[in-house]
């Protein structure tokens, strides 16, 4: 069960107060709470193997022998099968939990004392068979808005109990045989709900301690926090949790709010999460603030074989001036956001508007940057993004590109003629760039295993991840492995 909480774990909740939409959805499917139990299984079962049996005594009275006492000690639980169980969802409730046809087995010691002197012991074997238990697992938030699961209604059942002696005194053994099965069934099924009710409410701790707020890296953090009450619906449950970048330390609101949406009602992965172009966009807004989205492009970023250099001899055939003052010098270009970058998600599409300044330097013989000249330059980049196999791939493209003089140092000149070389040098060095942030923005999100600031949850590995880009948000369906 745990690891269906621990799925869960996405949803880790801050108090409730805001009611924003929320940035990233998550749906549990009942594939996903299949493996669920799958997993949740192997944890009961080592709960319930540590039942503890108590020790019996007693007395009885047998004809013709008199007072017959006898002890039963040490009994412990050798094996146990949870053979059959279902999972199902209970709208509005959480998750119901059905084990059949459970079986144990315990060995232990017996003893009985007669006619004063006389003594018998042995070992003795239960087999219990028939099993059933049943439960619901509540899903809550607590007073601070975080998960809660409880086990209610657990009702445990124990069929059938088989005592068999081995030792002397067979005779005797008849003489309790069914006393003794009919105590030890009462005292097992008396502790198994308990049991259950402890195995999940043992997540609980683990659930408290799952951080809220992830850091991503030096300049950005992201909040998971809960934005509302898990939906827990016939097919699945949802969750809407904020999803939303912060510059470390420093929350501050962007000029946009998360706008609806819902995901489409599929459910062959385990799980669906759902990243709305909000969540991309407080990125966005996080690193512009942070004024680390901007790059030097420099000449050993354009391949070898191109014949465009990026020296003073290229742009100083467009620019006399330059190749006037500078002649045969290397350049620099510096490219950086004037304003967050804006993201759109469409079918298939994913664009990247931003307004940037380019400002062209020749690096001097001593090394120092002379600017030459400022663009403002409104571009637009589209992206293509999928996964093949566990690799997220994509296609970028520069929709649009254009320019008007920021400054000049060199004199006034035809902005226009720099159009197509600009191009050029964009296409060959930036675009190969926004290509690679583009897969570590969304990389994360495929390859949680690369280390993006998930809350603790052992390894969880995607398999069979698929990623679409719909009107609005980018849609991951996928499942699940975790390794311990
Ligand atoms: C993606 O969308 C942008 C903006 O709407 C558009 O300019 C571009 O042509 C689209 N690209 C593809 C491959 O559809
Ligand atoms: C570097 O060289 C340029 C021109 O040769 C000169 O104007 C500038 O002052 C020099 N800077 C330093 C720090 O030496
Ligand atoms: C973007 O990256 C992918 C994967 O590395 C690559 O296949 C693709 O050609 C790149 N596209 C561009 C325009 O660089």
């Given at each position: 069960m745990l690891a269906v909480w621990c799925v869960l774990?996405?949803?880790?909740?801050?108090?409730?107060s805001q009611s924003a939409n929320p940035g990233v959805k998550v749906r549990l499917t009942q594939k996903g709470l299949e493996y669920g139990r799958q997993l949740g299984m192997a944890t009961l079962q080592s709960k319930l193997k540590s039942i503890k049996v108590p020790d019996m005594s007693g007395k009885v009275r047998v004809k013709v022998v008199g007072k017959v006492e006898y002890s039963v000690t040490g009994v412990q639980i050798t094996n146990i099968g949870l053979p059959t169980s279902t999972v199902g969802l209970v709208p509005g409730t959480g998750v119901s939990l059905s084990i059949r046809n459970a079986y144990m087995s315990l060995r232990g010691r017996w003893k009985v004392k007669f006619c004063r002197f006389l003594k018998l012991s042995g070992s003795i074997d239960l087999a219990v068979s028939g099993l059933t238990i049943t439960t619901q697992i509540k899903l809550q938030s607590d007073k601070t808005g975080r998960p809660v699961v409880s086990s209610v209604n657990c009702v445990a059942r124990v069929g059938r109990v088989k005592v068999k002696f081995h030792g002397r005194?067979?005779?005797?053994?008849?003489?309790f045989r069914s006393k003794i099965g009919k105590v030890f069934r009462k005292a097992l099924q008396k502790q198994i709900c308990p049991r259950v009710d402890k195995a999940v409410s043992d997540m609980n701790p683990r659930l408290r301690t799952l951080n809220v707020l992830a850091k991503v890296d030096r300049f950005a953090e992201i909040e998971y926090s809960m934005v509302g009450s898990p939906v827990v619906a016939k097919q699945s449950i949802d969750f809407g949790l904020k999803g939303q970048f912060y510059n470390i330390g420093k929350h501050q609101q962007p000029p946009f709010a998360a706008p609806p949406f819902a995901l489409p009602a599929q459910n062959t992965n385990m799980l669906y999460m759902g990243l709305s172009s909000f969540t991309a966009n407080s990125a966005g807004f996080v690193y512009n603030n942070a004024g680390v989205l901007s790059i030097y492009i420099t000449?050993?970023?354009?391949?070898?074989?191109?014949?465009?250099?990026?020296?003073t001899k290229t742009f100083g055939a467009l620019i006399p001036e330059i190749a006037k003052r500078f002649p045969n010098r290397p350049m620099k270009i510096l490219v950086k956001t004037v304003k967050a970058p804006k993201i759109t998600f469409e079918p298939d599409n994913m664009t990247l508007q931003a307004m940037v300044t380019l400002t062209a330097y020749v690096i001097q013989t001593n090394g120092t940057l002379q600017p030459l000249f400022v663009l403002n330059v409104d571009t637009s980049v589209s992206g293509h993004i999928y996964i093949t196999g566990a690799k997220l791939a994509g296609t970028v493209s520069l929709n649009k590109l254009s320019n008007t003089l920021?400054?000049?140092?060199?004199?006034?000149?035809?902005v226009k003629s720099l159009g197509n070389i600009l191009l050029l040098v964009l296409k060959l060095t930036v675009i190969p760039q926004v290509n690679v942030t583009v897969q570590k923005l969304c990389l994360p999100t495929v390859s949680?295993?690369?280390?993006?600031?998930?809350?603790?949850?052992g390894k969880m590995n995607l398999v069979n991840a698929q990623l679409h880009i719909l009107k609005d948000y980018m849609l991951i369906g996928t499942d699940v492995r975790f390794t311990p």
């Open positions: 774990a996405l949803l880790v909740p801050l108090p409730l005194g067979s005779w005797l053994y008849n003489l000449d050993d970023m354009i391949p070898k074989k191109s014949p465009i250099r990026l020296t920021g400054k000049s140092y060199v004199g006034p000149f035809q949680l295993q690369k280390g993006f600031p998930l809350p603790a949850l």
